[in-house]
Every structure is written in structure tokens, then in C-alpha cells.
């Protein structure tokens, strides 16, 4: 009787352990797909986006993607509520460039800037003598301007009345305001106005035309500069497959977003946050205007030199523009 016990009691114990180690091997063979919160401001960045939101691309996770007002994007950082953001690189620096809570993965955009005017210019040293209006002035439209007028010793006044021959005098605008102020007369006019793809497109397509005058990219140099970039939470920058999923996925996206307009539209529309509608125009989501968005996947190791010295050259202009980072901030 007691030996017919004992055997009871360790088939028991032998059932009870083969359960457990079947647990353990299920567990390893199938995770429980994890939350993965994609924040991305609306214009060029959300274009970067277009065709993971088209085909709702899960990455092997539970994915959403939102697309919200580029003033909320630092936001969606700041609280954490964001697993992935993609958002201008000084707001990056300054908010997880310590690398202790988000790591930066790649570069997605560089540089969608244009100077629109009436009339055409070739030589920078021209816009001296000049008023000239910035959509988003004091972030990196701004800053990147700043910069390249510092460059070609340039200098440049907030205040019109300090307009001379020998230097250029910046008005912040909004992109609603472009041709009404680049067409006016009188005091009210300006010269000429910086202004982000692919409202440029839409704004040189129209009567009275206005032209594309230059390309900051160009004048900037180099290999461009490092405009919009997608940051990781720590622990997920961690999964090293759903990062390279996600730069593949990417990658993909930035040619198919040049011919799929409509659908890109379509994509970012449907995906914005509640209350909010995307700007963005499908009539100008033309090849061209889409190539001038300059959207393209860089991993962020890579440009490693090129992103700090970005940063440090629009701290020389604004020194709480941005922030020195850390080696920990680069995946």
C-alpha cells in the first residue's frame, strides 16, 4: 500500500513538472505581442510613415500609428506615452539625448526647406538687404536658416526697423500666410519666404506663381543636415528584430510613398489623432513635391558626426535650440 502511494505521489510530481516545462517552452516559442505606440507630427514625417499606415503593419507586435500636430510630439516623449516618435532632432537631443530612457534608431528626413520669392536669386550674399518670413522661426526652420546665414556671414535682425543693406531682417510666418505676404504691397510685403515640402509645391503651382528659389539643403551642404529622426524606447530598442523590422519596413516606405500620393494621403488621414486633421493637401502629393520632402532611412550610428555637429551648429546660433548628446543616446 505505502509503495502504491509513494508511486501515486511521483507520477504526480512527474505530471506536475512535464506541465510546467511545456509552459516554459510555449512561453518561449509564442510572446504575447507587446503595445507599441508610434507618435509622428503631421507634414513630411507622417509621409515617412505612409506606407506602414496604409498596410496597418504590425511589426510583429500590437502597433498603432498617430499622427498629431508637430507642436505635440515633444509631449507624447515627455510623458513616455510613446513607445516610437519621429520628431525634429533638437527636440530629440533635448529630450532623450542622455539615451536613458529613449535611444535615437535612425535619420528619416534631411531637409525639406525651400526660399520661395517673386524673384529668382543665385548668389546667397543677395538676400542681404532683404525681409524675409520663416514658417516655424524658432524651431528648425529657424535654426537651420540662422545657421546658414551665420555661415556666409550674414547677419540677420528681428527688429525691421534695424533693416539695412547689410543684413537681412526675419519675420516668423504661418504657411497659410506665404502667398498673401510674398504678393502683397507696401510695407507689408515680403521678399521672400522659407517653407517646408510639400507646401512649397502647392504654393509654386498656383497664380500668381511664386518660385522655388533655393533649396537649403543646398545651401547648408555637406551631406545635407539631419531634420526629422526616430527615437526608441530603451527597453524596446532592446528587441533588436521589431528595429530591424521597422528600418526595413521604413525603408520600403520611402520609395513607396513617392508614387502613392493619394493613397499616403488617405493612410495619414485615417490615422490622425481625434480632433485633428492633417494639413497636408492630396492635390500637391506629387512625385516631385514628395521627392523634395527628402525622406530617406539612415541609421542613426551612421550619421553619428553629422547629427552632433547639426546640433552644435545651431546651439552657436541659439544655445537652448538643442542639447549636447551622449554616446548612450545612439542605438
Known amino acids: 500500500m505505502k509503495k502504491t502511494k509513494f508511486v501515486t505521489k511521483l507520477l504526480s510530481v512527474l505530471a506536475l513538472c512535464v506541465i510546467a516545462i511545456s509552459s516554459l517552452v510555449l512561453a518561449g516559442c509564442g510572446k504575447t505581442p507587446k503595445d ?10 507622417a509621409l515617412a510613415f505612409a506606407k506602414l499606415m496604409h498596410e496597418d503593419s504590425q511589426l510583429g507586435e500590437k502597433v498603432t500609428y498617430t499622427v498629431v500636430n508637430a507642436s505635440d510630439i515633444g509631449g507624447k516623449v515627455a510623458t513616455g506615452e510613446a513607445s516610437v516618435a519621429l520628431m525634429p532632432v533638437n527636440a530629440a ?23 520661395l520669392g517673386k524673384e529668382v536669386i543665385t548668389d546667397v550674399q543677395a538676400l542681404k538687404g532683404k525681409k524675409i518670413g520663416v514658417v516655424n ?40 500666410q506665404i502667398a498673401a505676404l510674398l504678393n502683397a504691397t507696401g510695407n507689408a510685403k515680403l521678399d521672400y519666404v522659407v517653407a517646408p515640402e510639400p507646401q512649397v509645391s502647392k504654393l509654386t503651382t498656383a497664380a500668381p506663381v511664386i518660385k522655388n528659389v533655393m ?13 526629422a529622426v526616430l527615437v526608441v524606447k530603451k527597453e524596446l530598442a532592446e528587441n533588436t528584430a521589431f528595429c530591424n523590422q521597422l528600418l526595413n519596413a521604413l525603408t520600403e516606405s520611402a520609395t513607396w510613398v513617392k508614387t502613392n500620393g493619394q493613397a499616403a494621403y488617405a493612410a495619414i488621414a485615417s490615422h490622425t489623432a481625434e480632433g485633428y486633421s492633417t ?26 558626426s553629422v547629427i552632433v555637429d547639426y546640433l552644435a551648429k545651431i546651439m552657436a546660433v541659439e544655445p537652448t535650440s538643442a542639447a549636447t548628446v551622449s554616446d548612450d543616446f545612439f542605438l
Open 137 to 176: 522661426l524658432a524651431n528648425v526652420p529657424g535654426l537651420t536658416f540662422k545657421a546658414i546665414l551665420q555661415k556666409n556671414q550674414i547677419a540677420y535682425t528681428s527688429d525691421e526697423s534695424a533693416l539695412t543693406d547689410n543684413n537681412v531682417y526675419l519675420k516668423g510666418v504661418e504657411a497659410t
Open 36 to 45: 507599441v505606440a508610434i507618435y509622428m507630427p503631421d507634414g513630411a514625417p
Open 215 to 227: 533649396s537649403l539643403q543646398a545651401l547648408w551642404g555637406e551631406d545635407s543636415y539631419p531634420q
Open 279 to 304: 494639413t497636408l493637401n492630396p492635390a500637391v502629393l506629387t512625385e516631385n513635391a514628395i521627392t523634395g520632402c527628402n525622406i530617406k532611412v539612415v541609421k542613426a550610428s551612421e550619421m553619428k
Open 93 to 115: 537631443a533635448k529630450l532623450c539625448g542622455k539615451g536613458d530612457k529613449y535611444k535615437i534608431l535612425s535619420v528619416n528626413t534631411h531637409g525639406n526647406l525651400y526660399l
